[in-house]
Structures are given as C-alpha cells and as structure tokens.
C-alpha cells in the first residue's frame, strides 16, 4: 500500500516542499531541515531533523552538517522539552527504511505507555495514531518555541 519511500526519495521530497507531513516544517537551517514525522504519528511532538542534502546516513555527512546536527538536535529538544512537557526526548537513528539521514526526536511524557516508550514508538498500532490537530498542534507549540529562542 505505502509507495517506496526511496523512489523517489520522502526526505528529498519533503525538504523540497513536495511532500508535507502532519505539523509541517517546524524549523530549517544549517542544511538542516525539522519536520513532522510523515507516518501516522502516536506521540505528540515527534519530529523529524533530516539533512537537506540527500546523505545515507551521518556517516555520509558533510564537516558543516555535522557541526550543527548537534546543536540544532539540542535546540529542538529543549523547544519539545519546554513547550511540550516532554520529560525527555529520545534522539534515534536508525535508516533501515528511508535511506536519507534523518534523526527522529520523540518526546517522552510522564503518560507515554511503556510499549510506546524508546524505540517501542516505532511498533505503535494503528489506534494509537493521534488526530491531525494533536499533531498539528504540537508541531506548532515547539515551532514558536523555536522561535522565540527556546
Ligand atoms: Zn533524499
């Protein structure tokens, strides 16, 4: 049912404006570009930092992009941790699916259940995706986080 997400590549295509995940973009900088997870989404305030440039994985990573991944990860989750209430976020790469670097920064909340929690996010089930405007909202609460310099 889901089209290959590498032909042509989602990352590429959301990053060019093509595609448009739930929350939209939330921040772009440094060759780097913040966006709402494109799958149905079942924690509120999961986003995606993916390279602008098309990159495997950050080994194929570029000196400048690698400089602001980690500050620009940070950024982010500190706007998820302070806008959200997220008590931690979990920073994930794993590039088995879509092969264009992509970080995922999941918020944990105090209420997030134990089978959704680390990678377990990953393994939701359908009842579990939340409505567009939870997600939407979200992504919007962490955008004027960012920036407002949060
Ligand atoms: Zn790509």
Redesign the pocket.
Known sequence: MAADP?HP????RI?AGEARPAGGIVWRGDGLTVHGVADACPIPGWLVLTSDR??RALYDLQPAELAALGPAAARVMRAQQAALGAEHVYALALGDVL??FHLHLVPRFADTPARLRGRGAFDARPEDALPAWRVVAAAEAVRRALATGG
């Open positions: 590498n590549c989602l990352a590429c990053v098309h990159a092969r264009h």
